[in-house]
């Protein structure tokens, strides 16, 4: 069982805290982690004893790394799961001793790190796409958190109860003490597709469930495996993160782990409620089309397909992140990369609330913020698992001779059309926006299209702020989202600085923490397209203008929801 106990809260009471959180997964440890990062204590609630020692999800899109960044722990995640000269890509096989299908690279994190050095300055991708799988990257989350005098760690605690009341949560948690009472300020739900948090607050999902196909539909089976002599006999130079095995009899997906032994094992083509092993690694060796040893170390059944996304966020004091609030099939890897946004955009306006220069308008704005985002990020994923589901598997794909050649000619141009989809997704990563949002600050300006494949950077209010390299190393403290402070922060981009005194007055007469950045850089008044732009804390633009507004405690107001 992990527990920390603060030694002292800022209720003065070790069963209150401005925060409860339940569930301690990915996006339960990290919204626990901004709040700390944004002078917020919490409590995070789970009933294991620990993060689950499980394969799930391993990709961590673009945003998500730049919110590790903010966090401090990008490079140390991009030293978890594959070794740094592993392909992060994907291959397709008739069989792993068959014929190659198609085989599609994309740079692992030696590559990666070296491209990011080389980068131009105006390049929009500080932190690009890492593969490591979530049970590794959880550790790590949990470990930090251990760290940090905000955060009370609560393993081996189920929640049995939440209730709202007056200016309080009362979280009602059984835990090896027995039955135990705490009160919160705020509670959020990050307690998974059956949460009960969503449940108490009556609220439903909408959207669509599985799909009825042969590959990734209906039920399925997820299973960790170790199968020793895969790389080194079989998948050799063409060994990817994702090596899929496609043909008229089965249909199934090994991911990396380690790079060395150790798979993710995802399949529609196995009974997922068989509960022995022989099965599963009989289909394995017939995925490989040779023997091998193969050892199965944990299995679950799980329903891919899934669009699914809650009637509403929360409301007053309780509210909703991650698959307690969507649900998704994995395809694209969007789902934690979600929850994670969830929590950044969640976090500050709890903090604000918890401080006491929230408005009225700020934590309701989380829904419409967010809820638009996980519509079309679950869409997107959905419609990815139907072209998968789509593309033929004729038994010709393993025959000899002109037509068995032919037949895969097609189905390969099919498979890397699709694979490439997969992985080149940096619209969906980097392009959500918050245009009809009620405390942005809109210019009249039409924001670029969103795109699934391509980001469009813009100072348009409501996007993400643009990125720009301040030095020539592009290490540490080189990126402009480095200078960019835990609350609000002006951007001052004009060749003559202006004077800001009265954004800064506000701020301070409302409590706001404020921070004034100059960047006496071309560059960086061509990507905003204004003198000065106001940054949120979770690096979306408030507001710009070409001077100051002539009420900057007006400006303030509204991006605060007064």
């Not at 409590?43 to 499980?54: G, I, K, N, P």
């Not at 799988?133 to 930090?144: D, I, K, P, R, W």
């Not at 998948?235 to 090596?243: F, G, K």
Request: include cysteine; proline fraction near 7%.
């Amino acid at each position: 069982m992990h527990e920390l106990r603060l030694e002292a809260s800022s209720m003065d009471d070790p069963s209150r805290t401005p925060v409860a959180i339940v569930g301690g997964g990915p996006v339960g440890l990290l919204l626990a982690l901004f709040l700390d990062h944004h002078g917020c204590e919490s409590v995070v609630f789970d009933s294991e004893d620990s993060v689950l020692a499980e394969p799930r999800g391993s990709t961590h899109g673009a945003r998500t790394m730049e919110h590790y960044r903010r966090l401090g722990l990008a490079s140390r995640i991009r030293e978890l799961g594959l070794p740094g000269p592993h392909s992060a890509g994907i291959s397709f096989f008739t069989r792993y001793s068959g014929h190659l299908l198609a085989h599609l690279p994309w740079p692992g994190a030696d590559e990666t790190r070296a491209r990011v050095a080389a980068a131009d300055r105006t390049d929009q991708v500080p932190e690009p796409m890492h593969r490591a799988n979530q049970m590794y990257v959880e550790q790590l989350l949990l470990a930090h958190a251990g760290t940090r005098p905000g955060i009370t760690l609560r393993y081996g605690h189920r929640v049995t109860a939440v209730r709202e009341s007056g200016d309080r949560v009362t979280v009602a948690v059984t835990g090896p003490g027995g039955p135990r009472t705490w009160e919160a300020r705020y509670a959020v739900g990050c307690d998974g597709g059956h949460s009960l948090v969503r449940r108490s607050l009556g609220i439903s999902y909408t959207g669509e469930g599985s799909l009825d196909q042969d590959v990734l539909g209906r039920r399925a089976t997820a299973a960790h495996l170790r199968v020793p002599g895969l790389y080194g006999r079989f998948l050799r130079e063409h060994a990817a993160w994702s090596n899929w095995v496609f043909n008229g009899e089965l249909a199934l997906n090994l991911i990396a782990l380690n790079g060395a032994d150790e798979f993710f094992l995802l399949t529609s083509s196995a009974d997922p409620d068989d509960p022995g092993e022989g099965a599963l690694v009989e289909l394995v060796r017939r995925a490989v089309g040779a023997p091998v040893e193969v050892e199965v170390l944990g299995r679950r059944a799980w329903t891919p397909g899934a669009a699914l996304v809650a009637e509403r966020f929360g409301a007053g004091r309780v509210w909703l992140a991650g698959d307690a609030a969507h649900l998704f099939t994995p395809n694209g890897g969007f789902g934690m990369n979600t929850g994670v946004d969830d929590a950044a955009n969640l976090a500050w306006k709890l903090a604000a609330a918890v401080q006491g220069w929230a408005g009225p308008g700020l934590l309701p704005s989380y829904e419409a913020e967010r809820r638009p985002v996980a519509l079309r990020n679950t869409r997107a994923a959905r419609e990815l698992n139907i072209a998968l589901g789509a593309i033929g598997r004729p038994d010709l794909l393993e025959e000899d001779g002109a037509e068995g050649e032919s037949t895969r000619r097609r189905t390969a141009a099919e498979l890397a059309a699709y694979g490439l989809l997969t992985m080149d997704t940096l619209g969906v990563q980097l392009g959500a926006r918050y245009d009809a949002s009620p405390v942005v600050l809109t210019d009249g300006d039409t924001p670029p299209p969103d795109d699934f494949v391509s980001y469009t950077p813009s100072g348009v209010p409501g996007g993400r702020a643009p990125h720009l390299w301040l030095d020539e190393e592009h290490g540490p403290g080189g990126s402009l989202f480095d200078r960019i402070g835990t609350g609000f922060t002006l951007l001052s981009l004009g060749d003559v600085p202006h004077d800001t005194s009265g954004f800064e007055k506000a701020a301070r007469e409302s409590g706001i923490p404020f921070s004034l950045v100059q960047v006496n850089d071309p560059a960086a008044r061509e990507l905003y397209g204004r003198d000065l732009a106001l940054v949120r804390p979770d690096q979306h633009v408030a507001w710009r203008g070409n001077r100051p507004h002539k009420n900057p405690a007006e400006v303030l107001a509204r991006a605060t929801g007064q």
